[in-house]
């Protein structure tokens, strides 16, 4: 039998195990092994956008109430009808909560292949390309759980790093992240730190819970660390750029109250705050915009080409591996869990927002 976790779309808490036979594999297909995933926020953020943004679309459960969350992970093949793709060959890539999902490569040459499945046709490619470890020049098995954890977050930050320096920070001096202690707000933060001591750098504001402050201080590429309750009082008065991973619309309304015109752009990326209440409609200042990573690397690989955009990333992901994996106080500690139990847990946590910052969970079925 073949298990997977469906979730109820309307309601992200309300989640259940499937198990169903083992799909048929038709030429062309093949059938893969998930070995590990990570989960993090980023997943409970591709949950709630999941309908506005086709999330639910790439591994559909066969009832519209439910849905299966993407994760990002490793996965190996168990069984192929499809040439170029031999059994033992390993793929990092966009996979369900599940033990094996069946693909269907398509240009499957030395780099790896895109799943040419009907139903993701009309996805974004960035969400439906596999690498073949063996082909991937910053592939290193000792570090796959940093891959699975923080590499498709760190290209997000890449990206929206520089899509604010290519829009010259919308006129501002400083960017504030919320959900500072986040993976993708603080490696959005390491990049701007990058141009310290430049003409091109900024202040680097970041907004984090007392649980949390410690940590963020910590981390060393925030200027300034201000409390979510003290934003009307502490956060500083000057042009800014507001990036927003958090997705609380109290906390949105408090930076809008407290810059006013002086917020120069408000950017929405991510949902840790996942069931914050919602309502834009009577901000001052900027009407937040979604950041969609799909568009702007589009862009970029347009203008740098597909190579090009891949290794300014994997340059950029090497010196975050620096700090991340330092011996000496590590931004991420990795914890593996193992079983519907184990993800049961994470899963809960994540949606409590209780899972410790420096922590990254690896799971596996």
Request: aromatic share 10%.
């Amino acid at each position: 039998m073949a298990t997977r976790l469906a979730v109820q779309r309307d309601n992200l808490r309300h989640t259940r195990w499937e198990d169903t036979a083992p799909a048929g594999l038709d030429d062309g297909a093949a059938r893969l092994q998930i070995d590990k995933f990570a989960l993090t926020s980023n997943n409970v953020t591709y949950a709630v956008f999941g309908d506005a943004m086709g999330y639910w679309q790439f591994f559909p459960t066969g009832d519209p109430a439910t849905g299966c969350i993407p994760v990002w992970g490793f996965a190996s093949v168990v069984e192929s009808r499809c040439p170029g793709v031999e059994v033992s060959e390993r793929f990092y890539g966009y996979f369900p909560i599940a033990d094996e999902v069946v693909l269907r490569p398509e240009d499957a040459a030395a780099p790896g292949f895109s799943d040419a499945a009907e139903h993701r046709r009309g996805l974004h490619p960035i969400y439906n390309r596999y690498t073949r470890c063996s082909a991937d020049p910053g592939y290193v098995a000792d570090l796959e759980a940093q891959q699975a954890l923080l590499r498709p977050l760190f290209s997000t930050a890449f990206l929206l790093d520089d899509f604010l320096l290519d829009n010259g920070f919308f006129g501002a001096n400083a960017v504030i992240l919320s959900s500072a202690s986040s993976k993708t707000a603080y490696g959005t933060a390491f990049c701007l730190a990058q141009r310290r001591q430049t003409p091109e750098a900024v202040t680097i504001v970041g907004l984090t819970s007392p649980a949390n402050r410690d940590f963020t201080r910590k981390l060393g590429c925030y200027d300034d660390v201000v409390l979510y309750d003290d934003i009307a009082s502490s956060l500083p008065e000057d042009p800014a750029v507001y990036v927003d991973f958090s997705g609380n619309a109290a906390v949105r309304a408090a930076v809008h109250r407290r810059l006013g015109d002086q917020l120069t752009y408000s950017c929405a990326v991510g949902a840790t705050h996942w069931d914050g209440p919602g309502g834009d409609d009577d901000l001052p200042g900027p009407h937040p915009v979604l950041f969609f990573v799909p568009d702007h690397a589009a862009k970029r690989a347009a203008q740098w080409g597909p190579t090009g955009l891949q290794e300014r990333i994997g340059a950029g992901w090497m010196a975050f591996m620096e700090p991340v994996t330092r011996p000496d106080n590590p931004w991420l500690t990795v914890v593996s869990g193992q079983g519907p139990a184990a993800v049961d847990a994470v899963y809960a946590a994540l949606l409590d927002g209780s899972v410790p910052a420096r922590e990254g969970h690896i799971l596996s079925l």
